[in-house]
């Protein structure tokens, strides 16, 4: 897919419409365009987290389990979509998976070219930040949601655990 | 992790001890030195210390703090200009729980109590915090109400960074701003990945952690009969 196609596809999403041209052009050089089919994994729970990945086409999966809640399932669709953002921040392990629903292609930003676009003071860099950070407080949120209610319920924890204890004897 | 985290992580509390590594040492440069804006029109006393020596000390406070780290002294001092000291009498309240959360704090000199209500109301001691110590940094790219109530012990200076003026910084695109924004991630998401860990030991192994709720119902039940 050539430069210009791809620019046009990520102005389609909310996040890329209003960035100037160049700064694009920028991100676009730096990231690698890789195609994914089904039951190739984009990433894989448990293991180090090495960049993100802007959704070109197709759709992607994102699955983790989160608890008390349960597995938790959500789909990518829309080009300029960003995935696995806070790997760009630490080599941390991945939490959740990612997997193609259909072929995919997307531009995989890996977290050296981030960190020298980054170091080198480009808008591009600094707008990914700002979807890191509000990300990250909406993940935060939700992480202290489960906690408040695992700490702060504990009649309905202890139902749960000693319905978990059940199960686990069964 | 510190106990007050683990119970109220979303109120965040940063020790000088985290880390000091590659820390600005603002001894080698006394060129440029930041104004120190003091909240209320009031004016640094310079008869106790040179107004250079003050400035220095602000240098260092900022410094050694892990969200400023990677920062270099001009970018410090960017950052030191936009923060105001506010001068904090013992017993005054910094904020309170459910005060909106719009700046972050870190403390000079002087000792804060953090404090919160608990789920079945009462009033609980999270920590005492002093020189060095930031309280709140969550609130330079999040609102929100604040989890504890945090309140002068003694006579306090802290210097407050509010996020309007840290999001004048962000809207310029300022580079130090953007650090800091990064360090904070690192900082955000290795609580988040913490806190996972806590939630996840529980379900994981119910059997060790059964005793312990079984306790709190039962405490809960008790207190529900006296009142």
């Given at each position: 897919m050539?430069q210009e196609?791809?620019?046009?596809?990520l102005?389609?999403?909310?996040f890329?419409?209003d960035?100037?041209?160049?700064?694009?052009?920028?991100?676009?050089?730096?990231?690698?365009?890789?195609?994914?089919n089904?039951?190739?994994?984009?990433?894989?729970?448990g293991?180090?987290?090495?960049g993100?990945?802007?959704?070109?086409?197709?759709?992607?999966?994102?699955?983790?389990l989160?608890r008390?809640?349960?597995?938790r399932s959500?789909?990518?669709?829309?080009?300029?979509?960003?995935?696995?953002?806070s790997?760009?921040?630490?080599?941390?392990?991945?939490?959740?998976s990612?997997?193609?629903?259909?072929?995919?292609?997307?531009?995989?930003?890996?977290?050296?070219?981030?960190?020298?676009?980054?170091?080198?003071?480009?808008?591009?860099?600094?707008?990914?930040?700002?979807?890191?950070?509000?990300?990250?407080?909406?993940e935060?949120?939700?992480?202290?949601?489960?906690?408040?209610?695992v700490?702060?319920?504990?009649?309905?924890?202890?139902?749960m655990l000693?319905?978990?204890m059940?199960e686990?004897?069964? | 992790?510190?106990n007050?985290?683990?119970?109220?992580?979303?109120?965040?509390?940063?020790?000088?001890?985290?880390?000091?590594?590659?820390a600005?040492?603002?001894?080698?440069?006394?060129?440029?030195?930041?104004?120190?804006?003091?909240?209320?029109?009031?004016?640094?006393?310079?008869?106790?210390?040179?107004?250079?020596s003050q400035?220095?000390?602000?240098?260092?406070?900022?410094?050694?703090?892990?969200?400023?780290?990677?920062?270099v002294?001009?970018?410090?001092?960017?950052?030191i200009n936009?923060?105001?000291?506010?001068?904090?009498?013992?017993?005054?309240?910094?904020?309170?729980?459910?005060?909106?959360?719009?700046?972050?704090?870190?403390?000079q000199?002087?000792?804060?109590?953090?404090?919160?209500?608990?789920p079945?109301?009462?009033?609980?001691?999270?920590?005492?915090?002093?020189?060095?110590?930031i309280?709140?940094?969550?609130?330079?790219?999040?609102?929100?109400?604040?989890?504890?109530?945090?309140e002068?012990?003694?006579?306090?200076?802290?210097?407050?960074?509010?996020?309007?003026?840290?999001?004048?910084?962000?809207?310029?695109?300022?580079?130090?701003?953007?650090?800091?924004?990064?360090?904070?991630?690192?900082?955000v998401?290795?609580?988040?990945?913490?806190?996972?860990?806590?939630?996840?030991?529980?379900f994981?192994?119910?059997?060790?952690h059964?005793?312990?709720?079984?306790?709190?119902?039962?405490d809960?039940?008790?207190?529900?009969r006296?009142?």
């Open positions: 050539e196609k791809i620019i046009a596809l102005r389609q999403s909310a890329f419409q960035w100037e041209a160049a700064d694009l052009e920028t991100l676009c050089v730096n990231c690698a365009r890789k195609v994914f089904v039951g190739e994994a984009l990433w894989t729970a293991e180090p987290g090495e993100a990945f802007i959704l070109l086409s197709g759709r992607i999966e994102r699955t983790q989160v008390p809640d349960g597995q959500e789909h990518y669709g829309t080009p300029g979509d960003l995935v696995s953002l790997t760009l921040v630490q080599p941390w392990e991945h939490t959740s990612g997997t193609p629903l259909e072929r995919c292609e997307v531009l995989e930003l890996r977290r050296e070219k981030f960190m020298e676009l980054f170091e080198h003071n480009e808008v591009a860099a600094f707008r990914i930040v700002d979807a890191i950070a509000a990300n990250l407080v909406e935060m949120r939700d992480s202290n949601r489960r906690l408040h209610k700490f702060g319920q504990p009649a309905e924890t202890l139902r000693r319905r978990r059940r686990n004897e069964g | 992790m510190s007050q985290d683990d119970v109220f992580p979303d109120e965040t509390i940063a020790g000088l001890e985290e880390s000091s590594q590659g600005f040492n603002p001894a080698d440069d006394v060129s440029e030195r930041p104004q120190i804006p003091l909240e209320g029109g009031l004016n640094l006393s310079v008869s106790v210390k040179s107004q250079d400035v220095l000390e602000v240098e260092h406070l900022f410094g050694q703090s892990p969200i400023f780290q990677g920062l002294k001009e970018e410090i001092r960017e950052i936009h923060a105001v000291k506010l001068p904090l009498q013992a017993g005054s309240p910094l904020f309170s729980q459910g005060d909106e959360a719009d700046a972050l704090f870190i403390i000199s002087g000792e804060v109590q953090v404090r919160a209500s608990s079945m109301g009462e009033d609980i001691v999270l920590a005492v915090l002093g020189s060095g110590t309280v709140g940094e969550l609130a330079l790219i999040d609102g929100g109400p604040r989890s504890a109530t945090v002068a012990l003694g006579d306090c200076d802290i210097y407050r960074l509010t996020r309007e003026s840290f999001d004048a910084l962000r809207a310029a695109r300022n580079p130090a701003a953007y650090k800091v924004i990064l360090n904070l991630a690192s900082t998401d290795a609580r988040r990945r913490q806190t996972e860990a806590r939630i996840n030991e529980v994981e192994d119910p059997a060790q059964i005793d312990q709720f079984e306790g709190q119902v039962h809960m039940l008790a207190r529900l006296k009142a």
